[in-house]
């Protein structure tokens, strides 16, 4: 639930003629008061009804009583105004529910305290569904004006207390909630009416935003990023400082007019706070490039194995790094998923816009951002361009993408967001549809490989000692084929099947997975994509003593048992 307390007003009458009348943004009905300072106010009902200008002279006289009798001691501003929102996946309250919900803010803003009968003049009016206006005027009974003061956070803190008395939508407060870093600015109600009008299914702001983002994920400096921008048909403009240097842009879409027939500009800022210039400048600057290995087979790494990879370390970061590192991760991740529609099947496109964008809105935080701390994931991003994917590679980033969003989603479990958590739990849904028509074609051609009886059976042994509380799952997988296939190739190619699964087993818990077989068939093949070791390496290896596999869920409690005597995880499979 929102509170909007708008700058005080001297007009009473005004505002109660908006209240009770048609409405403009909004369409008004059935307007009525669901309470007021003592029960009994006239209540003027809409503009059509009989007698409505009547009752509604009564009420502003009313509520301008004390007004009057205070005379030259009354507050220029004597007219207190505040609206309260109810989200929209919040059930319709009843009228006697609104009725207390603005009892208890009057109350918790100092504008009429409970029990006290001097409490200031005021009514709570419903003309919609979702919302209610309250309007008070700010003379007391004695005549003195009340102690409103900091009414604004008092009253988002009783609406906490509001929200989780009535089952209602916990909306982020505070100073975490006040500074998001990349809090996408809300459409204004002009620009919703506009997408109406014009037969758009989203506003102006959110498509130029979602135009911007596109074009940052894939820019590789300042440059290809406005050359992005003006090839999708935008216009732009930038702003230069007598210096030469570059303070700023601007963007508008084509068709998109002012009544004078002029282009409608928004600034990189007016779109989300992370996508001004100097915070888009920062996130180019911090991009590590993957150098060309020098070695006689020398190859550029595969930057989808690369990204696959550091994508499936932020959960880790997430539950153990500081805020400004797990933030850095998050934010470069964001730009993967507006990354992948580019180089995605067409029939998987629109999932993986639809994925990006509910991201957007769960991946909320006040977190300071230091982009360095993911440059190699935003170096692997603008590689993605240079070399388009197999439907392994796809496979294997979305696998890992499930784990990242499962991962905000408990997070912002944990500290009832719930916002965040639906807009987390939408993406999730995007991303499983994409990962479920990705993963069939790959698999079926890793699995058409088979390799022979026996070396199966001795790949099944390597599982059972890798990962022993997995085992029987893996095993018993329809992915079970692929992975065989896969140890096969890494095996032709020179690697050690049994350190191969160990290494994968022990990169990350496959606690969260469905289906660890198909986890571990893509680390295996992002593990054996890379060069085979060297004899002294091989030789280094034998002689150290080979370590259990340990959940890195139970790592960092002391005395917790190897895989290979835990107790297999209860927690929820949520991919």
Not at 389 to 402: E, Y
Request: overall charge positive; glycine content about 6%.
């Amino acid at each position: 639930m929102i509170a909007n307390i708008v700058k005080p007003g001297s007009h009473t009458r005004g505002v109660l003629r908006y209240l009770f009348g048609p409405g403009t943004a909004t369409v008004h009905t059935d307007q009525h008061i669901v309470a007021s300072w003592d029960g009994f106010v006239p209540d003027p009902g809409p503009e059509d009804s009989p007698g409505h200008n009547e009752r509604m002279d009564q009420l502003a006289k009313a509520l301008d009583l004390r007004v009057r009798q205070a005379g030259d001691h009354a507050p220029e501003g004597h007219v207190w105004h505040c609206s309260l929102r109810a989200a929209p996946e919040d059930r319709i309250l009843t009228d006697a529910e609104w009725a207390q919900v603005a009892r208890r803010i009057v109350h918790a803003t100092g504008i009429a305290p409970m029990n006290d009968p001097d409490g200031c003049r005021w009514i709570a009016v419903r003309h919609a569904d979702d919302h209610i206006h309250i309007v008070a005027t700010k003379v007391r009974g004695d005549l003195r004006p009340p102690r409103n003061w900091n009414d604004y956070h008092r009253a988002m803190t009783e609406l906490t207390r509001i929200e989780e008395e009535l089952g209602l939508t916990r909306i982020p407060r505070g100073r975490r909630a006040a500074a998001d870093t990349r809090a996408a600015k809300r459409p204004t109600r002009a620009e919703q009416e506009k997408a109406r009008r014009t037969g758009r299914t989203k506003t102006v702001r959110e498509e130029l935003r979602h135009v911007v983002r596109t074009a940052l994920a894939r820019a590789e400096d300042l440059d290809g990023f406005f050359n992005l921008l003006a090839d999708t048909g935008l216009q732009v403009e930038t702003r230069t400082l007598p210096s030469g240097d570059l303070q700023g842009y601007k963007v508008a879409l084509p068709g998109d007019t002012n009544a004078d027939g002029e282009p409608v500009f928004y600034s990189g800022s007016s779109l989300a706070t992370d996508l001004s210039l100097p915070k888009i400048q920062q996130r180019l600057a911090a991009v590590e490039v993957s150098v060309v290995d020098t070695s006689p087979a020398g190859r550029r790494p595969n930057p989808w194995h690369q990204a696959a990879a550091a994508t499936e370390r932020i959960p880790h970061h997430i539950g153990h790094s500081p805020a400004d590192v797990a933030q850095a991760h998050l934010a470069a991740f964001g730009e993967v998923l507006y990354a992948l529609p580019l180089y995605a099947p067409a029939h998987l496109k629109a999932e993986l816009r639809r994925a990006a964008v509910a991201f957007e809105h769960a991946a909320h935080t006040r977190a300071r951002v230091d982009h360095q701390h993911a440059r190699a994931l935003r170096g692997a991003i603008k590689g993605m361009r240079h070399q388009p994917t197999d439907g392994s590679g796809l496979a294997m980033l979305l696998d890992a993408a499930i784990l990242v969003v499962t991962a905000v989603q408990r997070r912002n479990a944990l500290h009832h967001h719930d916002r965040q958590v639906a807009a987390a739990r939408q993406a999730l849904v995007h991303l499983r549809a994409a990962y479920d028509q990705t993963v069939p074609e790959p698999l079926a051609a890793m699995a058409s490989l088979k390799p022979p009886v026996n070396t199966v059976r001795r790949y099944a042994q390597h599982v059972r000692d890798a990962v022993p509380v997995y085992a029987a799952q893996i095993l018993a997988e329809s992915a079970w084929e692929a992975l065989a296939a896969t140890l096969a190739a890494a095996e032709a190619a020179g690697h050690d099947p049994a350190e191969l699964l160990h290494h994968a087993a022990g990169q990350r818990s496959l606690d969260d997975a469905t289906s660890p077989a198909r986890t571990l068939t893509w680390r295996i093949q992002r593990l054996g994509d890379r060069h085979v070791p060297s004899p002294q390496a091989r030789a280094a290896r034998a002689r150290s003593p080979r370590v259990a596999h340990v959940p890195s869920t139970a790592r960092t409690i002391a005395g917790t048992p190897p895989a290979s005597t835990a107790a297999p995880s209860r927690r929820h499979r949520s991919r």
